[in-house]
């Protein structure tokens, strides 16, 4: 199969209506071709391609910024010249100044498939920029490495932030591409967009279903770092607004969770005794991390690793990961129920609301959470839902 990126390298035709017009490029380090050069060169090195600036999203163009929140600037390339703009400093939508630097934004980012990954409101931004700007706005489009399952709540109304472009569930099953033309029906845009579609991408099919496993793996951020993380990560995300560590400063970010003096084994019985259901398509084994940053840093955390690499227990249909994560913390919730676990602090320049409900999308999840009477049938009926009708929107703007 091939990514949009190949396609539009290999074929003259594609790029044809390119002729005359500056072309920007809005890429990360996972923007790479099948032999794994990168976006900006590879672009770079074709005579009938006139870039004029490049744009970087959170992390950097080369992704060289490790945490949220750890700004970029912007620099002019050593090798091109040409000025790369940083969506993820000084401002996060493109300034006029920005906007004048090109004819044509090409996009070629990573996605993973979750509502809550900047690169998707990074995205939304750039189309109203370009509405407004009488730009056009071609996405070269990538494989949705979650694949096509649909999970959790739909983000409420006023509850939109830089990790929650639009009322989308957490795990939208969207290509980059499909997500363009969804965000422009949405927000009404009047603006010149297109697609370079990849060919033979079977989001259904296993072992990757969703990700090609015969193309090498680039972190599309810094803890991105496999296929596993990207199908935990709608649920191991929300750790991000808790004071469990998700695994940052250890080699298995966002694919396992744990704190200093958890029972984990209590932990695991609780959740499978509230609702096993929630539990199915993958495998979950207690151990011990130390994280060498961030989090409990230089502490002996208790803690429980996420496995959904082994196709005799990964079962991609069943695996749901946000209702595993949060039947996580109701288990936490009932072993301790003055644990202080919803981190109250500045996340993504939001200061005011508390992480946890701006990752949700609103304070459903962790009200759930903490009434420890409220059955999981009630936070299942409120997804199951949302899921349903993102299931019905979604469905004239799928490509594949």
């Known amino acids: 199969m091939q990514f949009g990126l ?21 890429a990360h380090p996972a923007s790479v071709t099948r032999d794994l050069t990168h976006a900006l060169d590879a672009l770079a ?3 009938d391609v006139t870039l004029s600036a490049a744009f970087g999203p959170q992390h950097g163009l080369r992704g060289d910024k490790q945490d949220n929140m750890v700004e970029s600037p912007d620099y002019l390339d050593p090798h091109l010249g040409i000025p790369v703009f940083s969506l993820y400093g000084e401002v996060r ?25 900047t690169f998707i409101t990074t995205l939304r931004y750039v189309l109203e920029a370009a509405a407004q700007h009488g730009k056009a706005v071609w996405v070269l489009d990538r494989p949705n490495p979650a694949g096509r399952p649909i ?5 409420r109304e006023g509850w939109e932030s830089f990790v929650g472009a639009g009322p989308m569930p957490m795990r939208h099953g969207m290509t980059m591409g499909e997500l363009g033309h969804w965000f422009i029906a949405h927000l009404g845009l009047s603006v010149d967009y297109r697609v370079i579609t990849m060919s033979g991408w079977q989001p259904d099919a296993a072992p990757g279903f969703g990700w090609p496993t015969e193309r090498s793996w ?13 199908r935990a990560y709608a649920g191991t995300v929300m750790l991000e607004g808790t004071t469990l560590s998700e695994g940052r400063g250890t080699t298995r970010a966002l694919e396992l969770f744990g704190a200093p003096g958890i029972d984990v084994p209590r932990l695991l019985a609780d959740m499978r005794r509230i609702a096993p259901q929630w539990l199915r398509g993958c495998v979950l084994r207690p151990c011990f991390f130390e994280p060498t940053f961030h989090k409990h840093q230089g502490q002996l955390c208790a803690g429980v690793q996420i496995h959904v690499e082994d196709p005799t227990h990964y079962d991609h249909a069943a695996f749901k990961p946000w209702r595993l994560q949060a039947l996580a913390f109701r288990a936490l919730r ?10 109250d602090f500045a996340y993504e320049y939001e200061h005011e609301r508390l992480a946890i409900d701006l990752i949700n999308g609103g304070p459903l999840l962790r009200e759930w959470v903490d009434d420890v009477s409220a059955a999981p049938a009630e936070l299942e009926a409120a997804a199951a839902a949302d899921e349903a009708a993102w299931a019905v929107e979604r469905a004239p703007f799928l490509l594949y």
Do not use: H, K
């Open 93 to 117: 939508r493109p300034t006029d100044a920005m906007m004048a630097s090109f004819d044509v934004l090409l996009v070629d980012l990573q996605d993973l498939g979750c509502r809550i990954y």
């Open 45 to 47: 090195a074709l005579p």
């Open 6 to 26: 190949d396609r539009f390298l290999q074929d003259p035709a594609l790029r044809a209506p390119l002729q005359g017009r500056r072309v920007a490029l809005l």
């Open 218 to 230: 680039v972190n599309p951020s810094p803890n991105a770092a496999n296929l596993s993380m990207a």
């Open 334 to 343: 009932l072993q301790a129920p003055d644990y202080p676990l919803w981190r």
């Open 151 to 155: 999970e959790g709540l739909t983000l």
